[in-house]
């Protein structure tokens, strides 16, 4: 599958070359982290209550360091065209062998306007039209993550059916000068080749991965108020299903609930230099589910009876720019969720309130930047009544400074994230001195 896909990524590269200007970029981003200080009060048995390490890393997470060549091309009308990123990740990881591994990020797409207001993008695709205009930043990982870098409104994205790397298609409208209308639906087959797509012989499983891939459908629209703002809508589609611990029960703490929900934005822009993104999801309750097993669990399902309703999602960000500075805010809220057994107490989700500032201020030689992130999670409920260690707090503050020479970059300071107890467990304090390189040609 790889083979076949990598084959017509470079056939399409060579035809559309031949009547095309291409242009190529590349990035490199890394984050060293020269020492990193874990405290836990009360840790389980057999491990400390202090403990340091270093690491080389990007964005906070297990992934390593990377570099990124991207490529876009298209004919000199504009009719048709390509779109592909390939990373290069610096050293092997779970999912690879030797030193290094290859795979599309971003994009891996052939795209085409058969007229001046219909594109159709066939492939890997990201599209941020739409998109919530304050999402997050790096430092956030060593600090106090938040909840979601698309809480405001979600972007188009081209996954595979089963969220792995894979592609899909978008059909994009823009009839009148401010409104954008888009259709996307997930792929079928993977990026990274699982041989269970088309043309692998599995028939039932294509047509089995058809259907939840237009389970998965998104549609949404826009429209640009001249002087005013953005507004717009989308359905977002899903496979409905639940998260179990391993007992078999529901963690009412967490809320690990998949479905369907519609979502609705709006971003002011009226003031020069400001923005004020307040953006709304509501998941569609069900009470039908079950956990795939492979393609699909056929097996007799013990839990029809119960109503799901994952938590409505409420965000508002913001962000102001005068000369040197720049501001920027969000507060992420989740609410309203709930299981409801036919024959059984109803139990409320916890509530969470997630909210980040990180302001910062352009000195001349360097920018200098501050983060702060508050996270507060209520009781949940059963039957009325709060149940005991289902809350917690979260802090997380730090500083950074950032120079710039050309493309190149670097970013460096201090994060400190307070151990606290949250949903009756002891969490890692973490004092983290991260660097931040980044460069682009």
């Known amino acids: 599958m790889k083979k076949r896909i990598a084959l017509s990524v470079v056939l399409s590269v060579l035809a559309v070359a031949a009547f095309a200007e291409i242009s190529v970029s590349g990035q490199f981003d890394a984050i060293l982290v020269p020492l ?6 009360d840790p389980p048995p057999g491990q400390e209550e202090i403990t340091a390490g270093a690491g080389l890393g990007r964005d906070g997470s297990t992934a390593t360091p990377r570099a990124r060549i991207g490529v876009v091309a298209s004919d000199p009308d504009e009719k048709i065209g390509l779109n592909f990123k390939v990373q290069f990740n610096m050293h092997g990881d779970s999912g690879s062998t030797g030193s290094f591994r290859v795979a599309f990020d971003d994009f891996a797409e ?106 998965r459908i998104q549609a949404g629209i826009g429209y640009n108020i001249k002087d005013i703002g953005l507004i717009r809508a989308q359905f977002v589609g899903s496979k409905p299903r639940v998260g179990l611990k391993e007992d078999g029960t529901f963690d009412i703490s967490g809320g690990a609930i998949v479905a369907p929900k519609i979502e609705a934005a709006f971003a002011f822009t009226m003031i020069e230099g400001m923005v004020i993104d307040l953006g709304g999801k509501i998941p569609f309750s069900f009470s039908e589910w079950h956990e795939p097993v492979g393609i699909w669990d056929e097996e007799p ?86 149940i005991d260690k ?52």
């Open 301 to 386: 399902d013990p839990h029809k009876g119960v109503t799901y309703q994952a938590p409505i999602q409420i965000s508002l960000g913001a962000g102001f720019t005068a000369g040197d500075l720049d501001i920027k805010a969000r507060v992420d809220t989740k609410l309203a969720g709930y299981v409801e057994p036919d024959n059984g107490l109803k139990a409320d989700l916890s509530p969470v309130v997630n909210f980040h500032l990180w302001p910062s201020y352009n000195l001349g030689f360097a920018t200098l930047g501050v983060d702060m992130g508050l996270e507060i999670i209520g009781k949940a409920k059963l039957d009325g009544e709060e």
């Open 390 to 441: 289902t809350d917690g707090v979260r802090v997380g503050f730090g500083a950074w400074l950032k120079k710039s020479i050309g493309s190149c970059s670097v970013k460096g300071g201090l994060a400190y994230r307070v151990g606290t107890e949250v949903y009756g467990q002891n969490e890692h304090g973490a004092f983290t001195i991260p660097f931040v390189f980044e460069t682009t040609f």
């Open 110 to 215: 052939v795209w085409v306007k058969p007229i001046d207001w219909l594109r159709i993008d066939v492939g890997r695709f990201v599209n941020d039209t739409l998109r919530g205009k304050i999402g997050d930043d790096n430092w956030q990982h060593y600090t106090l993550r938040m909840s979601d870098p698309d809480a405001i409104f979600s972007r188009f994205k081209g996954p595979a059916w089963d969220g792995t790397d894979g592609g899909g298609f978008l059909v994009s409208l823009t009839p009148v000068e401010g409104l954008f209308i888009g259709l996307g639906v997930p792929g079928m087959v993977s990026f990274r080749g699982s041989g269970t797509g088309f043309g692998s012989g599995r028939a039932n499983e294509t047509v089995e991965k058809l259907g939840y891939a237009y389970q």
């Open 36 to 41: 990193q200080i874990l405290m836990q009060k």
